[in-house]
């Protein structure tokens, strides 16, 4: 496990990123990054002495698709049954943290549009906040 520094946004604020170790100071992303931009799955990176990401090596191609519900809004519950059975129905993997933030691999080739055709109805009503990073 290795993290990445996040205190551009908050001071103290890393992000833990699951890794498979390549060499000494080089790791492969084994996980959907939350809130780290510019770090996909399958990324290689490398780290410096207190196990922090220095920069990225290899781009894998992945992309990630982030989702961010807002919790006080009344239609999250039903939008999160309709993003994670888009994610189920689509084979791709994701992850949800807290029931409130959605990322979704988006292997290379990959087609978001079925994401983005549920997304932006739901993000102009005020539901959720999204994004694609690569």
């Known amino acids: 496990m290795i993290h990445a520094d996040l205190s551009d ?16 100071d080089t790791f492969e992303v084994a996980c959907l990054p939350f ?8 990324d290689v990176v490398t780290i410096d002495s207190n196990h922090l990401v220095t920069r990225v090596v290899r781009k894998s191609g992945h992309r990630t698709l982030r989702v961010a519900l807002v919790v006080e809004h009344a239609d999250r519950d039903q939008a999160h049954e309709l993003l994670h059975g888009k994610a189920v129905d689509a084979g791709l993997p994701h992850e949800w943290l807290q029931g409130t933030y959605l990322a979704v691999d988006l292997p290379p080739g990959s087609d978001e549009a079925p994401f983005v ?18």
Do not use: K, M, N, V
């Open 9 to 24: 946004r908050q001071d103290g604020w890393r992000e833990q990123l699951w890794t498979r170790q390549l060499t000494e």
């Open 35 to 42: 809130f780290t931009y510019g770090i996909c799955y399958r």
């Open 117 to 134: 055709e549920a997304l932006e109805p739901l993000a102009q009503a005020g539901t959720l906040h999204w994004e694609i990073d690569s």
